[in-house]
């Protein structure tokens, strides 16, 4: 079973910041929050990962709560392309199980 | 860097026929790649590990005798769809790891008559 809990959608106005929230309650100290994102018909991108600090890339942030239950991506300004179901997902940085995907959230952006 | 690909990108075959599936990691090696397969509207599904130079190891419920994956170099696994059905009509991704992350593939849509 997925060890996160998104919501199943969300809409954003283009331009503006997209926040996605992400519940990981059951997280181990050696587990790191990754988030993915999916286009339709497409494999899934890779956006960012993060163990305990807030973590930038030209892509998005991840904002990671002090107790580590939760996280938060940024968008920071949303285009029409950034439309995909974005997915996070918990991991112990470089194990070797594949990854479990939940339902994730499918974001759409409205012009 | 960390780009995937796969082929074909989509492959129509008759039932019973058996399908190849390359995934190449382009820019770097990969010891570990994985095998996913989604349904339409569902999420990504783990099929296997594939480790080059060794056996893959299956989830359950998913067949060894039917999904053969062979790893034999750091850049390329294949994954063989053996007598293939209509139920085996999936999108197949697959995925390298590289630093501790996972890129994955573009997919390859497979639909069996």
């Known amino acids: 079973d997925a060890k996160t809990t998104q919501p199943p959608s969300m809409d954003c106005a283009e331009g503006r910041a997209a926040n996605l929230p992400c519940n990981h309650s059951?997280?181990?100290?050696?587990?790191?929050v990754y988030w993915y994102r999916q286009i339709h018909s497409q494999g899934p991108q890779y956006i960012i990962h993060?163990?305990?600090n807030n973590e930038t890339n030209e892509m998005a942030s991840l904002i990671i709560t002090e107790d580590r239950k939760s996280s938060t991506l940024i968008l920071p300004h949303a285009t029409l392309r950034d439309t995909a179901v974005y997915y996070c997902i918990v991991r112990v940085e470089g194990g070797a199980d594949g990854l479990t995907f939940g339902k994730g959230t499918h974001l759409i952006i409205q012009p | 860097g960390a780009v995937v690909s796969q082929h074909p990108s989509r492959v129509i075959c008759k039932s019973g026929t058996s399908v190849k599936i390359e995934c190449r990691s382009l820019?770097?090696?990969?010891?570990?790649m994985f095998w996913y397969r989604q349904f339409p509207k569902q999420s990504l599904m783990l099929m296997a590990t594939?480790?080059?130079?060794?056996?893959?190891?299956?989830e359950q419920g998913v067949e060894k005798d039917k999904f053969l994956i062979n790893h034999a170099s750091l850049t390329l696994s294949t994954l063989t769809v053996t007598s293939a059905h209509p139920e085996d009509s999936s999108f197949y991704i697959c995925?390298?790891?590289?630093?501790?992350?996972?890129?994955f593939g573009p997919g390859t849509r497979l639909l069996v008559l």
């Open positions: 594939s480790n080059e130079g060794s056996k893959a190891t299956y």
């Open positions: 993060g163990l305990k």
């Open positions: 995925s390298a790891e590289m630093t501790e992350t996972q890129y």
């Open positions: 059951t997280i181990s100290g050696n587990e790191y």
């Open positions: 820019d770097f090696q990969a010891t570990t």
